[in-house]
Structures are given as structure tokens and as C-alpha cells.
């Protein structure tokens, strides 16, 4: 009997990290703006467990009947468990992105309230110095 590809294991492992963070990181830039949705939240939970769900059923499909589906592709051959490894990469690779976006639109804004500064003078106010005396 085949040995379980720990290759695989890490990445799809990785891939749920990704996910995760990928929701953590919409979750609070979304609080942060001020538009967090529940149902948005929930939806998004449930889509990747659905997905990891997937993806842990192709593989182990794959992992029973390893050259049950067999591709030529350029010259080389494609199983199931190559292709399952290829799209479980991809995933892997789009997630990644996403979450390297994310934070590093999360480390070059500032937060916000953070501007202790006003932007603008109220109505009537100069930048002059009213403690000094005034000359005659």
C-alpha cells in the first residue's frame, strides 16, 4: 500500500492557514471600515470548508485510484494525483497572493484615528502665535 504523500499533506495544511488568514484579514479591514457583515463572515467560513472539504476528497479519491484518470499534457502525463497536486498548488499560490496583498495594504495604511492632527483650522483661526505681545 501506498505511503501518504507528506508533500501534500503540508501544502493542503498550508492552504488552510491561507484561508484562514485570508478571512482573518477581510474580517478586521472590514471592522475596521466599519462594514462587517455576519452573514459575509458566515458565508465565507462555510465556502472554505467546503473548499478544504473538496479538496481533501479529490486528493484521497486520487490517493485510491492513482492512475484511474490519465492526461497526456505536452509530452507528459497527468494522474489524478498530479492533477489534484497542481490544483491543490494553484489554490495555494491564489491564496497566497491574496493574502500578501492584504497585508501589505494593511502595513501602508494607517489606521485610522490614529491623526491626532485636525486637517483643517476651524473658521476664524490663523497659524499665528497669540501669545507673544503684540507691537505697537
Keep these: 500500500m501506498n505511503v501518504l504523500d507528506m508533500t501534500i499533506i503540508r501544502l493542503a495544511a498550508g492552504l488552510v492557514l491561507l484561508i484562514a488568514a485570508n478571512i482573518a484579514l477581510g474580517s478586521i479591514n472590514a471592522i475596521i471600515d466599519g462594514e462587517w457583515d455576519q452573514t459575509k463572515f458566515r458565508n465565507g467560513c462555510i465556502k472554505s470548508a467546503v473548499v478544504a472539504a473538496a479538496l481533501v476528497a479529490v486528493y484521497f479519491a486520487g490517493y485510491l485510484n492513482p492512475d484511474l484518470m490519465v492526461v497526456e499534457v505536452d509530452g507528459q502525463t497527468v494522474n489524478l494525483m498530479t492533477a489534484v ?52
Design 85 to 136: 497536486s497542481l490544483a491543490m498548488l494553484a489554490a495555494f499560490t491564489a491564496y497566497a497572493v491574496d493574502v500578501l496583498k492584504k497585508l501589505k495594504d494593511m502595513l501602508s495604511t494607517a489606521t485610522p484615528g490614529a491623526d491626532a492632527a485636525p486637517t483643517a483650522l476651524p473658521s476664524g483661526e490663523g497659524k499665528e502665535d497669540h501669545t507673544a505681545p503684540e507691537e505697537e
